[in-house]
């Protein structure tokens, strides 16, 4: 079955950085589109970043182009979001998800302190 175990969250002060990273189990890891989701406490789940089976094409809200850059590593079966210039409206939970798939994981708290 699909199974997401996402990574990497932590405490960082304003203008920290963080590098979160999913990694993928039982689908085809190289040819599914991979998904970030940001979770503000109190707030819905929010598509934040994409990118395509083969890497070639990423896509970002426009609240962190500039900031963060997801990447994968098909030869892992693992999905990266680095994630720079962080500030306190980044806080919350970062979810990892497979374009076409229902699974979630648990998800990676990201606090940002002032």
């Known amino acids: 079955q699909v199974r997401l175990v996402e990574s990497g969250g932590g405490l960082v002060q304003t203008g920290g950085s963080l590098r979160l990273s999913c990694a993928a189990s039982?689908?085809?890891?190289?040819?599914?589109?991979m998904n970030w989701y940001h979770q503000f406490p109190g707030n819905k789940r929010e598509l934040i970043a994409f990118?395509?089976?083969?890497?070639?094409?990423?896509n970002y809200v426009d609240s962190v182009k500039g900031r963060f850059t997801i990447s994968r590593d098909n030869t892992k079966n693992m999905a990266y979001l680095q994630m720079n210039d962080l500030n306190p409206e980044d806080t919350g939970m970062y979810y990892c998800?497979?374009?076409?798939?229902?699974?979630w994981g648990q998800g990676t708290l990201v606090t940002v302190m002032p």
């Open positions: 990118i395509n089976g083969r890497g070639g094409t990423a």
């Open positions: 039982g689908f085809e890891f190289s040819a599914s589109a």
């Open positions: 998800r497979a374009t076409g798939y229902t699974e």
